[in-house]
């Protein structure tokens, strides 16, 4: 689970309850991110950490060892159809290089050609407008 909501600490509880094995939050909507990823874990899910297209990577870091996704946001939250923002992507290679086993995700924007996305060193992506383009 995604979770694109401010105070993410009030939804664990009932996000394990309903099933979720993964739940990921963003490290800007919360002021303790360990006392959060303890409890995700606690509450037998996995658990992502996305950052803000704003937000730079060294903010994530000192998370990386206790996940197992890092979320690069490749617009501004908020919804579907935005421009893909590629200045992102040394934040992807970074994260990449320096946990080369984790799960790094991407998500806004990303077109047909996720090459950029794939380079950088993501091994996931969210697309929505561009496969709804496809479909028609
Ligand atoms: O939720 C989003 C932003 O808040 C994402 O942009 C969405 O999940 C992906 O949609 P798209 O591929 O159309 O950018």
């Not at 401010?6 to 739940?23: D, F």
């Not at 996940?67 to 579907?80: D, K, R």
């Not at 990303?110 to 794939?118: F, I, K, L, M, Q």
Request: aromatic share 8%; net charge negative; proline share 7%.
């Amino acid at each position: 689970m995604h979770m694109m909501v401010s105070r993410p600490e009030q939804w664990v509880t009932p996000m394990a309850v309903a099933g979720a094995n993964q739940y990921t939050f963003h490290l800007e909507a919360t002021e303790n991110p360990g006392a959060l990823i303890k409890d995700i874990w606690e509450n037998g899910m996995k658990v992502g950490l996305a950052i803000k297209p704003g937000t730079t990577v060294e903010y994530l870091a000192p998370w990386a060892n206790q996940i197992v996704m890092a979320l690069v946001m490749t617009v501004e939250p908020g919804f579907g159809g935005q421009k893909f923002m590629e200045d992102m992507m040394p934040k992807v290679h970074w994260l990449r290089t320096q946990f080369p086993s984790l799960d790094i995700e991407v998500d806004g924007g990303v077109g047909p050609d996720s090459r950029p996305c794939a380079e950088a060193g993501a091994n996931m992506i969210v697309t929505s407008q561009e496969v709804r383009n496809w479909c028609v």
